[in-house]
């Protein structure tokens, strides 16, 4: 089945300490985002790339890295974790900008910080 | 800008019994709607949407939704609740053009009750 991938399911990782989280998809889609999802909020979005074009919303902390080296693959780079940053990541992807394209949506990595 | 709330944190139903989670929206025009269902530590599925026409939109696993204009309302009903309908619940709205990204509400938890 096509779908979103996220490796790994659970990270830990030191105050500090970079770290990087991926996400793989195989719907061959153009657009690929990034939410930060902290407990019993609504997600929010960090950034997106259509195709290799990248989009980072204004209030995403500079600490908050993209990649995506092809259509497949896009990864978050978190510089120096702070505690502050524990949360879960999705990542999601759509075929298209217009909002009416659905996200499709992996099953998230949950960070913790030490 | 748009914006959605979900005045419901968190909801408790019998099994068996009806169930209607409620959101409403804040956009000048006619907005994209989404609902998307969460299950604990997992990522976010698309139940249904609306973009246009008939304003009572049929998704997955039994549920629909009624797009009130004038109310500036997108209700999700299920009929009969099952215990695996027990999950979090995320209403979604994006703009027509020009903006790529969802505004989600802050997201309603369901219960389900022997």
């Known amino acids: 089945d096509a779908m979103v991938i996220q490796n790994p399911r659970y990270q830990v990782t030191q105050f500090g300490k970079p770290v990087t989280l991926s996400c793989s998809q195989t719907l061959n889609h153009n657009v690929m985002y990034w939410y930060q999802q902290k407990s019993s909020q609504a997600p929010k979005l960090l950034f997106h790339?259509?195709?290799?074009?990248?989009?980072n919303e204004a209030d995403t902390p500079d600490n908050f890295q993209s990649r995506r080296p092809n259509t497949s693959f896009c990864f978050l780079d978190i510089r120096s974790p702070g505690l502050g940053d524990a949360a879960m990541y999705l990542c999601?992807?759509?075929?298209?900008?217009?909002?009416?394209?659905?996200?499709?949506f992996g099953d998230g990595t949950r960070l913790s910080i030490l | 800008a748009q914006s959605v709330t979900q005045p419901d944190i968190h909801i408790t139903v019998s099994e068996g019994a009806s169930l209607e989670l409620r959101c409403n929206y804040s956009?000048?025009?006619?907005?994209?709607l989404f609902w998307y269902v969460q299950s604990p530590g997992q990522g976010l599925q698309l139940l249904l949407k609306?973009?246009?026409?008939?304003?009572l939109v049929q998704g997955i696993k039994g549920f629909e939704a009624e797009f009130k204009r004038s109310q500036s309302s997108f209700n999700l009903r299920k009929p009969s609740v099952h215990w695996s309908d027990a999950a979090e619940y995320f209403c979604a709205v994006g703009v027509f053009f020009g903006n790529e990204k969802l505004t989600f509400g802050t997201g309603t938890r369901l219960t389900i009750i022997p």
């Open positions: 609306y973009f246009s026409g008939d304003t």
């Open positions: 956009y000048g025009a006619t907005p994209y």
């Open positions: 999601a992807t759509s075929s298209g900008t217009v909002s009416n394209q659905p996200q499709h």
């Open positions: 790339y259509y195709d290799k074009d990248f989009n």
